[in-house]
Protein backbone atom coordinates (compact mmCIF):
# COMPACT_ATOMS: atom_id res chain seq x y z
CA UNK A 1 0.00 0.00 0.00
CA UNK A 2 1.38 3.56 -0.63
CA UNK A 3 -0.01 7.01 0.27
CA UNK A 4 -1.56 9.67 -2.08
CA UNK A 5 -3.43 12.78 -2.33
CA UNK A 6 -6.06 13.50 -4.88
CA UNK A 7 -6.60 17.13 -5.38
CA UNK A 8 -10.24 18.19 -6.66
CA UNK A 9 -12.07 22.09 -7.30
CA UNK A 10 -13.10 23.25 -3.65
CA UNK A 11 -16.30 22.04 -2.96
CA UNK A 12 -16.31 19.04 -4.67
CA UNK A 13 -14.37 17.17 -2.06
CA UNK A 14 -17.52 14.72 -1.14
CA UNK A 15 -17.75 13.83 -4.18
CA UNK A 16 -13.87 12.77 -4.94
CA UNK A 17 -14.41 10.73 -1.51
CA UNK A 18 -17.16 8.53 -2.95
CA UNK A 19 -14.57 8.68 -6.52
CA UNK A 20 -11.93 7.46 -4.71
CA UNK A 21 -13.71 4.93 -2.21
CA UNK A 22 -15.63 3.67 -5.61
CA UNK A 23 -11.80 2.70 -7.08
CA UNK A 24 -10.82 1.26 -3.59
CA UNK A 25 -8.65 3.22 -1.83
CA UNK A 26 -8.75 2.86 2.25
CA UNK A 27 -8.70 5.36 5.07
CA UNK A 28 -9.65 8.13 2.76
CA UNK A 29 -9.27 11.31 4.83
CA UNK A 30 -11.34 14.48 3.33
CA UNK A 31 -9.06 18.06 3.10
CA UNK A 32 -10.02 21.28 1.44
CA UNK A 33 -9.34 20.64 -2.04
CA UNK A 34 -8.70 17.35 -1.96
CA UNK A 35 -8.90 13.58 0.17
CA UNK A 36 -6.19 12.09 1.87
CA UNK A 37 -6.08 7.84 1.06
CA UNK A 38 -3.94 4.77 1.37
CA UNK A 39 -4.13 2.52 -1.67
CA UNK A 40 -2.61 -0.06 -4.13
CA UNK A 41 -1.27 0.89 -7.61
CA UNK A 42 -4.38 -0.74 -9.15
CA UNK A 43 -7.01 1.39 -6.89
CA UNK A 44 -4.45 4.58 -8.04
CA UNK A 45 -4.84 3.44 -11.66
CA UNK A 46 -8.91 3.12 -11.30
CA UNK A 47 -9.07 6.42 -9.82
CA UNK A 48 -7.22 8.39 -12.29
CA UNK A 49 -9.21 6.30 -14.70
CA UNK A 50 -13.14 6.97 -13.13
CA UNK A 51 -13.26 9.89 -11.57
CA UNK A 52 -14.78 12.59 -12.77
CA UNK A 53 -14.14 14.88 -10.55
CA UNK A 54 -10.47 14.63 -9.49
CA UNK A 55 -7.71 17.21 -10.46
CA UNK A 56 -4.70 15.36 -9.75
CA UNK A 57 -3.49 11.93 -8.22
CA UNK A 58 -0.20 12.65 -6.35
CA UNK A 59 2.03 9.56 -4.80
CA UNK A 60 3.52 11.42 -1.67
CA UNK A 61 7.10 10.16 -1.38
CA UNK A 62 8.64 11.47 1.45
CA UNK A 63 7.55 13.78 4.52
CA UNK A 64 9.77 15.51 7.24
CA UNK A 65 10.15 18.73 9.01
CA UNK A 66 12.30 21.63 7.48
CA UNK A 67 13.47 25.06 8.63
CA UNK A 68 15.83 25.97 5.88
CA UNK A 69 16.04 24.75 1.81
CA UNK A 70 19.12 22.47 2.85
CA UNK A 71 16.92 20.18 5.10
CA UNK A 72 14.47 19.79 1.81
CA UNK A 73 17.81 19.45 -0.64
CA UNK A 74 18.69 16.19 1.94
CA UNK A 75 15.15 14.98 1.88
CA UNK A 76 15.48 14.71 -1.61
CA UNK A 77 18.54 13.39 -1.94
CA UNK A 78 17.59 10.63 0.17
CA UNK A 79 15.16 9.22 -1.92
CA UNK A 80 16.09 6.30 -4.04
CA UNK A 81 15.18 7.64 -7.25
CA UNK A 82 16.12 4.98 -9.68
CA UNK A 83 12.93 3.32 -8.01
CA UNK A 84 10.83 5.50 -9.22
CA UNK A 85 11.69 6.45 -12.88
CA UNK A 86 15.10 5.79 -15.49
CA UNK A 87 17.54 9.22 -15.57
CA UNK A 88 16.93 8.93 -19.24
CA UNK A 89 13.34 10.68 -18.45
CA UNK A 90 12.38 14.28 -18.31
CA UNK A 91 11.43 16.04 -15.39
CA UNK A 92 9.71 18.63 -13.89
CA UNK A 93 9.61 20.36 -10.29
CA UNK A 94 7.30 22.33 -8.54
CA UNK A 95 6.80 24.05 -5.09
CA UNK A 96 3.39 24.91 -3.71
CA UNK A 97 4.00 26.83 0.08
CA UNK A 98 1.85 28.00 2.31
CA UNK A 99 2.88 30.16 5.41
CA UNK A 100 6.35 28.64 4.42
CA UNK A 101 9.40 31.24 5.63
CA UNK A 102 11.46 30.32 3.12
CA UNK A 103 12.05 33.38 0.78
CA UNK A 104 12.37 32.43 -2.84
CA UNK A 105 9.91 29.22 -3.79
CA UNK A 106 12.51 29.17 -7.24
CA UNK A 107 15.39 28.69 -5.02
CA UNK A 108 13.85 25.64 -3.26
CA UNK A 109 12.50 24.22 -6.30
CA UNK A 110 15.78 24.50 -8.34
CA UNK A 111 17.37 22.48 -4.83
CA UNK A 112 15.06 19.51 -5.09
CA UNK A 113 15.97 19.60 -8.87
CA UNK A 114 19.62 19.67 -7.67
CA UNK A 115 19.12 16.50 -5.20
CA UNK A 116 17.19 14.46 -7.79
CA UNK A 117 19.94 14.67 -10.29
CA UNK A 118 22.66 14.59 -7.75
CA UNK A 119 21.29 10.78 -6.50
CA UNK A 120 21.19 9.94 -10.31
CA UNK A 121 24.80 11.11 -11.22
CA UNK A 122 25.97 9.12 -7.55
CA UNK A 123 23.92 6.21 -8.44
CA UNK A 124 24.49 5.77 -12.51
CA UNK A 125 26.41 8.27 -13.17
CA UNK A 126 23.96 10.03 -15.50
CA UNK A 127 21.08 12.95 -14.56
CA UNK A 128 17.66 13.21 -16.08
CA UNK A 129 16.79 16.64 -17.75
CA UNK A 130 14.56 19.18 -17.41
CA UNK A 131 11.34 19.92 -19.63
CA UNK A 132 9.14 22.73 -17.79
CA UNK A 133 6.52 21.95 -21.18
CA UNK A 134 5.64 18.26 -21.36
CA UNK A 135 8.07 16.19 -18.69
CA UNK A 136 7.79 12.20 -18.31
CA UNK A 137 8.01 12.83 -14.74
CA UNK A 138 6.36 15.29 -12.83
CA UNK A 139 7.42 16.27 -9.28
CA UNK A 140 6.10 18.52 -6.36
CA UNK A 141 7.33 20.12 -3.43
CA UNK A 142 4.51 21.20 -1.16
CA UNK A 143 5.50 23.13 1.55
CA UNK A 144 3.47 24.51 5.18
CA UNK A 145 4.97 26.53 7.57
CA UNK A 146 7.28 23.76 9.26
CA UNK A 147 6.76 20.47 6.81
CA UNK A 148 7.73 19.69 3.59
CA UNK A 149 5.89 16.74 1.57
CA UNK A 150 7.28 15.90 -1.53
CA UNK A 151 5.05 14.16 -4.66
CA UNK A 152 5.35 12.58 -7.69
CA UNK A 153 2.17 12.94 -9.85
CA UNK A 154 0.33 9.65 -11.25
CA UNK A 155 -2.02 11.71 -13.77
CA UNK A 156 0.43 13.72 -15.56
CA UNK A 157 -1.50 16.23 -17.37
CA UNK A 158 -4.49 17.33 -15.24
CA UNK A 159 -7.70 15.10 -15.01
CA UNK A 160 -10.05 17.47 -16.31
CA UNK A 161 -8.12 16.82 -20.01
CA UNK A 162 -10.38 14.13 -21.09
CA UNK A 163 -8.06 13.22 -23.93
CA UNK A 164 -8.98 15.50 -26.66
CA UNK A 165 -8.32 19.63 -26.30
CA UNK A 166 -11.70 21.48 -27.38
CA UNK A 167 -12.63 24.72 -28.82
CA UNK A 168 -13.53 26.54 -25.69
CA UNK A 169 -15.37 29.94 -25.45
CA UNK A 170 -13.93 33.64 -23.02
CA UNK A 171 -14.85 31.59 -19.93
CA UNK A 172 -14.95 27.77 -19.80
CA UNK A 173 -15.63 25.15 -17.28
CA UNK A 174 -12.88 22.75 -16.71
CA UNK A 175 -14.45 19.26 -17.45
CA UNK A 176 -14.12 18.33 -13.45
CA UNK A 177 -16.03 20.80 -12.20
CA UNK A 178 -18.67 20.51 -14.36
CA UNK A 179 -19.17 17.06 -14.09
CA UNK A 180 -19.12 17.84 -10.18
CA UNK A 181 -21.88 20.36 -10.91
CA UNK A 182 -24.10 17.55 -12.99
CA UNK A 183 -23.56 15.32 -9.98
CA UNK A 184 -24.71 17.97 -6.80
CA UNK A 185 -27.82 18.82 -9.85
CA UNK A 186 -29.35 15.71 -9.40
CA UNK A 187 -29.28 14.79 -12.69
CA UNK A 188 -28.69 11.06 -13.57
CA UNK A 189 -28.46 9.18 -16.88
CA UNK A 190 -31.46 8.44 -18.23
CA UNK A 191 -33.02 11.98 -17.15
CA UNK A 192 -33.89 14.69 -19.43
CA UNK A 193 -30.92 17.93 -19.43
CA UNK A 194 -31.22 21.20 -21.05
CA UNK A 195 -28.35 24.09 -20.73
CA UNK A 196 -29.70 27.07 -22.55
CA UNK A 197 -26.07 28.78 -22.65
CA UNK A 198 -24.32 25.94 -23.43
CA UNK A 199 -21.43 27.71 -25.14
CA UNK A 200 -19.22 25.35 -26.18
CA UNK A 201 -20.47 22.56 -24.61
CA UNK A 202 -18.60 21.34 -21.78
CA UNK A 203 -21.80 20.09 -19.35
CA UNK A 204 -23.49 18.40 -22.64
CA UNK A 205 -20.75 16.60 -23.07
CA UNK A 206 -19.95 15.51 -19.54
CA UNK A 207 -23.71 14.74 -19.80
CA UNK A 208 -22.83 12.38 -22.85
CA UNK A 209 -20.44 10.97 -21.47
CA UNK A 210 -21.56 9.63 -18.45
CA UNK A 211 -24.64 8.95 -20.32
CA UNK A 212 -22.67 6.30 -22.35
CA UNK A 213 -20.78 5.18 -18.87
CA UNK A 214 -17.02 5.86 -20.74
CA UNK A 215 -14.69 7.10 -18.51
CA UNK A 216 -13.47 9.98 -18.24
CA UNK A 217 -9.95 8.52 -18.53
CA UNK A 218 -10.44 6.23 -21.33
CA UNK A 219 -8.93 7.82 -24.34
CA UNK A 220 -5.97 9.75 -22.45
CA UNK A 221 -2.33 8.67 -21.09
CA UNK A 222 -1.37 9.01 -17.40
CA UNK A 223 1.92 9.73 -15.61
CA UNK A 224 2.05 6.76 -13.78
CA UNK A 225 2.96 4.76 -17.29
CA UNK A 226 5.99 6.25 -17.26
CA UNK A 227 7.18 5.23 -13.36
CA UNK A 228 8.88 2.54 -12.72
CA UNK A 229 6.26 1.00 -10.40
CA UNK A 230 3.57 0.56 -14.03
CA UNK A 231 2.24 -2.62 -14.26
CA UNK A 232 1.11 -2.83 -17.75
CA UNK A 233 -1.49 -5.74 -17.25
CA UNK A 234 -2.90 -4.46 -14.64
CA UNK A 235 -3.75 -1.53 -16.31
CA UNK A 236 -4.59 -3.02 -19.17
CA UNK A 237 -7.45 -5.23 -17.27
CA UNK A 238 -8.65 -2.27 -16.25
CA UNK A 239 -8.87 -0.38 -19.57
CA UNK A 240 -10.34 -3.44 -21.06
CA UNK A 241 -12.92 -3.27 -18.21
CA UNK A 242 -13.58 0.58 -18.53
CA UNK A 243 -14.32 -0.02 -22.53
CA UNK A 244 -16.72 -3.17 -22.43
CA UNK A 245 -18.57 -0.72 -19.98
CA UNK A 246 -19.46 1.58 -22.69
CA UNK A 247 -23.23 1.43 -24.12
CA UNK A 248 -23.69 2.13 -27.86
CA UNK A 249 -23.75 5.91 -29.15
CA UNK A 250 -27.83 6.80 -29.18
CA UNK A 251 -30.08 9.71 -29.15
CA UNK A 252 -29.83 11.47 -25.69
CA UNK A 253 -32.64 13.27 -24.14
CA UNK A 254 -29.90 16.15 -23.96
CA UNK A 255 -30.26 19.36 -25.47
CA UNK A 256 -27.81 22.18 -25.52
CA UNK A 257 -28.71 25.97 -26.86
CA UNK A 258 -27.48 29.32 -27.40
CA UNK A 259 -27.98 32.70 -28.81
CA UNK A 260 -24.28 32.54 -30.21
CA UNK A 261 -23.89 30.50 -33.37
CA UNK A 262 -19.90 30.90 -33.02
CA UNK A 263 -20.29 29.10 -29.87
CA UNK A 264 -22.74 26.51 -30.95
CA UNK A 265 -20.06 25.43 -33.78
CA UNK A 266 -17.93 24.89 -31.29
CA UNK A 267 -20.26 23.31 -29.01
CA UNK A 268 -20.56 21.20 -31.94
CA UNK A 269 -17.18 20.47 -33.03
CA UNK A 270 -16.61 19.34 -29.89
CA UNK A 271 -19.24 16.42 -29.79
CA UNK A 272 -18.13 15.81 -32.98
CA UNK A 273 -14.31 15.28 -31.86
CA UNK A 274 -15.57 13.45 -29.22
CA UNK A 275 -17.72 11.01 -31.00
CA UNK A 276 -21.17 12.40 -29.67
CA UNK A 277 -22.80 14.08 -32.39
CA UNK A 278 -26.07 12.85 -32.68
CA UNK A 279 -26.69 12.14 -29.38
CA UNK A 280 -27.03 15.52 -28.13
CA UNK A 281 -29.27 18.21 -29.56
CA UNK A 282 -28.11 22.04 -30.66
CA UNK A 283 -30.59 24.75 -31.02
CA UNK A 284 -29.64 28.22 -32.17
CA UNK A 285 -31.90 30.53 -29.64
CA UNK A 286 -31.84 32.88 -26.74
CA UNK A 287 -32.51 31.31 -23.38
CA UNK A 288 -35.64 32.88 -23.17
CA UNK A 289 -37.30 31.56 -25.76
CA UNK A 290 -36.10 28.12 -25.19
CA UNK A 291 -39.24 25.04 -24.66
CA UNK A 292 -38.70 22.16 -22.63
CA UNK A 293 -38.47 18.89 -23.97
CA UNK A 294 -39.65 16.81 -21.49
CA UNK A 295 -42.21 16.80 -18.51
CA UNK A 296 -39.69 16.85 -16.58
CA UNK A 297 -35.48 16.94 -16.24
CA UNK A 298 -32.47 19.30 -15.32
CA UNK A 299 -32.00 22.50 -16.69
CA UNK A 300 -28.18 23.38 -15.73
CA UNK A 301 -26.15 26.44 -16.98
CA UNK A 302 -23.25 28.85 -16.31
CA UNK A 303 -24.41 31.76 -17.07
CA UNK A 304 -22.04 35.36 -18.09
CA UNK A 305 -20.67 36.61 -14.55
CA UNK A 306 -20.94 39.83 -15.68
CA UNK A 307 -17.33 41.16 -15.16
CA UNK A 308 -16.73 43.25 -18.00
CA UNK A 309 -18.28 47.08 -18.20
CA UNK A 310 -21.62 47.13 -18.76
CA UNK A 311 -22.83 43.30 -18.51
CA UNK A 312 -23.63 43.60 -14.99
CA UNK A 313 -26.42 45.66 -16.20
CA UNK A 314 -27.51 43.52 -18.78
CA UNK A 315 -27.99 40.49 -16.75
CA UNK A 316 -29.79 42.66 -14.15
CA UNK A 317 -32.52 42.75 -17.36
CA UNK A 318 -31.56 39.39 -18.20
CA UNK A 319 -32.30 37.36 -14.74
CA UNK A 320 -35.93 38.69 -13.93
CA UNK A 321 -37.03 37.54 -17.59
CA UNK A 322 -35.45 34.13 -17.33
CA UNK A 323 -37.00 33.65 -14.11
CA UNK A 324 -40.67 34.38 -16.06
CA UNK A 325 -39.50 31.93 -18.11
CA UNK A 326 -38.82 29.37 -15.76
CA UNK A 327 -41.96 29.64 -13.94
CA UNK A 328 -43.98 30.01 -17.11
CA UNK A 329 -42.49 26.92 -19.27
CA UNK A 330 -40.82 24.82 -16.92
CA UNK A 331 -43.11 23.54 -13.78
CA UNK A 332 -41.64 20.05 -12.56
CA UNK A 333 -37.95 20.84 -13.78
CA UNK A 334 -34.97 21.97 -11.52
CA UNK A 335 -33.14 24.82 -12.36
CA UNK A 336 -29.42 25.00 -11.39
CA UNK A 337 -27.25 28.19 -12.04
CA UNK A 338 -23.76 28.15 -11.31
CA UNK A 339 -22.37 31.84 -11.05
CA UNK A 340 -20.19 34.30 -8.89
CA UNK A 341 -23.29 36.70 -9.16
CA UNK A 342 -24.56 37.11 -5.55
CA UNK A 343 -27.68 39.18 -6.91
CA UNK A 344 -28.46 36.24 -9.10
CA UNK A 345 -31.56 34.53 -6.63
CA UNK A 346 -33.00 37.94 -6.07
CA UNK A 347 -33.30 38.87 -9.46
CA UNK A 348 -34.68 35.78 -11.05
CA UNK A 349 -37.19 36.09 -8.52
CA UNK A 350 -37.47 32.58 -6.74
CA UNK A 351 -36.34 31.08 -3.52
CA UNK A 352 -33.04 28.62 -3.86
CA UNK A 353 -33.92 25.36 -2.64
CA UNK A 354 -30.25 24.82 -1.81
CA UNK A 355 -26.88 27.02 -2.39
CA UNK A 356 -23.69 25.18 -3.12
CA UNK A 357 -20.36 26.83 -2.35
CA UNK A 358 -17.72 26.09 -5.11
CA UNK A 359 -14.98 27.63 -6.91
CA UNK A 360 -13.76 28.40 -10.61
CA UNK A 361 -9.87 27.86 -9.86
CA UNK A 362 -9.98 31.01 -7.51
CA UNK A 363 -13.17 32.77 -8.21
CA UNK A 364 -15.96 31.77 -5.23
CA UNK A 365 -19.07 30.83 -6.95
CA UNK A 366 -22.34 29.33 -5.87
CA UNK A 367 -24.57 26.78 -7.37
CA UNK A 368 -28.07 27.73 -6.76
CA UNK A 369 -30.62 25.22 -7.24
CA UNK A 370 -34.47 25.87 -7.60
CA UNK A 371 -37.28 23.70 -7.89
CA UNK A 372 -39.65 24.96 -10.79
CA UNK A 373 -43.13 24.44 -9.79
CA UNK A 374 -46.60 25.78 -11.52
CA UNK A 375 -47.72 28.69 -10.67
CA UNK A 376 -50.17 31.58 -10.65
CA UNK A 377 -47.43 33.04 -13.71
CA UNK A 378 -47.82 30.51 -16.09
CA UNK A 379 -48.69 31.90 -19.71
CA UNK A 380 -51.80 30.82 -20.74
CA UNK A 381 -51.01 31.13 -24.49
CA UNK A 382 -48.36 29.19 -26.12
CA UNK A 383 -45.63 31.84 -27.87
CA UNK A 384 -43.55 30.89 -30.96
CA UNK A 385 -39.91 30.12 -30.57
CA UNK A 386 -37.62 32.14 -31.73
CA UNK A 387 -34.03 31.46 -33.32
CA UNK A 388 -34.35 27.74 -33.68
CA UNK A 389 -32.75 26.05 -36.33
CA UNK A 390 -33.25 22.45 -35.42
CA UNK A 391 -1.39 16.62 5.72
CA UNK A 392 -3.36 18.63 6.30
CA UNK A 393 -3.18 19.96 3.03
CA UNK A 394 -4.04 23.38 2.43
CA UNK A 395 -5.91 24.68 -0.57
CA UNK A 396 -3.48 24.63 -3.08
CA UNK A 397 -4.61 21.41 -3.61
CA UNK A 398 -7.24 22.25 -6.05
CA UNK A 399 -5.09 25.00 -8.42
CA UNK A 400 -3.63 23.45 -11.64
CA UNK A 401 0.46 24.28 -11.86
CA UNK A 402 0.10 24.41 -15.19
CA UNK A 403 -1.81 26.84 -15.39
Given at each position: ???F????PR ?5 L??D ?5 ALR?AQV???A ?6 E????A???S?V ?13 T??E???K??L ?7 F ?7 C ?5 RSP?RSL??V ?6 A?C???R ?5 R?S?D?R?P??R ?9 A????D ?21 E?L ?6 LSG????M ?5 M?G ?7 A?Q ?7 G ?6 F??LA???P???R?L?NE ?13 V????D?G ?16 A???K?C?A ?6 A ?7 N ?15 L??E ?9 A?WT??FF ?11 L???R ?7 K?E?R ?5 I ?7 T??Q?Q???S ?5 D ?8
Open positions: MFQFASCGLETLVELTAAGVPGGQFTASWACYRNLHSATRILWRIAHNRYREDIYMAAISWTDIDPSQTIRDTVATLEFTLRVKDIDRFASTGIPVTDDVISLHLTEDETLYVTSGNPLWQRGERLDTGEAPLKNAAGILRWQPGALLDPCSGTFLLEAMAKGEAPLNRTFGERSFDAIWDRAAARVQPLTKLPIGSDIGLLRKAQANLRRAGLEGVELHDRDIRPHAEGIWVTPPYGVRIGEANELAEYPLGDHLKAEFGACSSDTRLPKLIGRPDKTPLYNGLCLYQFRVAGFNRRTAPQGQGEPLPWASEDLDQ
